[in-house]
């Protein structure tokens, strides 16, 4: 074989791994879906050579596609947008320039991104907080949480909680011409997880006078007991969050020590004297019989308990929200939960709503079988799907119609 033909040969193979992966039937847009994929699986793959190399961290790596996704605050004819502070965290704030005449809404958004990586200003985040702004003629405060792997838990759960208790403020309320009776809190993946822990945390809370009115949890990551769900195994390699990336996500917003990764992985990492958690999280009991398919629930294997004293985080309900005892769950406000069937967290959202209702909590389950997880971050050119653009009607839709 002549070098030109191996060179061709080569390529040919390389671009077949990147480029080509398989994609449920129902997706719409598959090859762009793939075309996007593989630029993800490349930076994935970058981001490991780099840290094998000892050049960068892995999620610096990573970081790459947030810096890329920068927006300025730039304000438009419909809202204005400001870049500010909240008691010493940064938000991002949308203000509509609407007059109503009549007290504003209000959303607190907090942006996905598996606590190490995202922000409040890239372009899709930023898009998405003007739509609803515009839209909803509400304000927006998008919260710029510190990231993993400088900062851990609870740091990114402390900076979203400071930031909501400065909001709910009377006076800051009036700053703004928020009604108190109308403020939601929402987030996409692991702010879908901020979002969902900072609204049981509030309960508790007797210096929070004003309550929340509706919560939307838009595919969120909400235990880390369990990490072999029906859902891990349906989609352990689907786009855009593969099985590995999220207990990398786990274990980075827990500490950077590897072996916490490597138990996760193994899902040995539950130390047996918190055994009594899992009932939180028995998706035998929690996931309706067309989630569970041909899956067979078995008995959890119990890890060491010096992960669980070195790292409790990850057994604290601040970090996993379904880890709480129903009596936490009493008092939520109204919830929005938003599903995707091809996600590695669809789980988690279906086992939280099933535990809200059974605690009396009203809530709204829209379950999209032909998404995947991290539909919102594909609403601008060049990587837009129609599938974004669905998912984002949806939620803010819903918002206009319980709001």
């Not at 927006?140 to 979203?160: C, K, M, N, T, W």
């Not at 916490?260 to 009991?285: D, G, I, K, Q, T």
């Not at 398919?293 to 008995?299: E, G, I, L, N, R």
Request: glycine share 6%; proline share 5%.
């Amino acid at each position: 074989m002549g070098t030109k033909s191996l060179c061709l040969l080569i390529a040919s193979v390389l671009v077949a791994y990147y480029v080509y992966t398989p994609i449920p039937e129902n997706i719409e847009e598959r090859w762009k879906l793939m075309l996007i994929n593989a630029g993800f699986r490349t930076v994935g793959h970058v981001a490991e050579l780099a840290e094998w190399l000892g050049l960068m961290h892995y999620m610096e790596v990573l970081m790459m596609i947030t810096s890329i996704e920068y927006t300025a605050p730039i304000s438009d004819e419909n809202v204005t947008v400001t870049d500010i502070e909240f008691d010493n965290v940064p938000v991002r704030l949308y203000v509509p320039r609407k007059q109503s005449g009549g007290l504003k809404r209000a959303v607190i958004y907090i942006h996905g991104g598996g606590w190490c990586v995202g922000g409040s200003a890239m372009e899709p985040y930023d898009l998405l907080s003007r739509w609803t702004a515009n839209k909803l003629n509400a304000v927006v405060v998008s919260v710029e949480y510190r990231l993993a792997p400088i900062y851990h838990f609870p740091v990114q759960f402390d900076d979203v909680y400071t930031v909501v208790k400065f909001f709910l403020q009377n006076s800051v309320l009036v700053q703004y011409g928020v009604d108190p009776n109308r403020i939601c809190i929402s987030g996409d993946s692991a702010g879908g997880n901020l979002a969902a822990a900072v609204a049981q945390q509030l309960l508790d809370d007797l210096q929070v006078k004003v309550k929340l009115k509706i919560q939307a949890l838009l595919y969120p990551a909400l235990q880390t007991l369990d990490l072999d769900l029906p859902s891990y195994k349906d989609n352990e390699n689907k786009p855009i969050l593969p099985k590995s990336l999220m207990i990398r996500f786990w274990s980075e917003y827990f500490t950077t020590d590897s072996s916490l990764n490597e138990a996760m992985a193994s899902n040995r990492h539950v130390p047996a004297e918190s055994s009594n958690l899992f009932r939180f999280v028995n998706w035998s009991n929690l996931l309706p019989e067309e989630f569970k398919k041909d899956h067979v629930y078995t008995s959890p294997i119990y890890g060491s308990s010096r992960l669980g004293k070195k790292y409790p985080g990850f057994l604290d309900p601040r970090a996993a929200p379904l880890l709480v005892d129903d009596t936490k769950l009493l008092g939520l406000p109204m919830t929005y939960v938003l599903t995707c069937q091809h996600d590695v967290l669809r789980d988690d959202g279906i086992m939280y709503v099933s535990r809200l209702r059974e605690a009396g909590i009203e809530v709204i389950h829209d379950h999209i079988e032909d998404a995947i997880h991290g539909a919102l971050m594909f609403i601008t050119s060049p990587t837009d799907l129609a599938l974004g653009h669905r998912v984002a009607n949806k939620y803010i839709g819903w918002l206009n119609m319980n709001l």
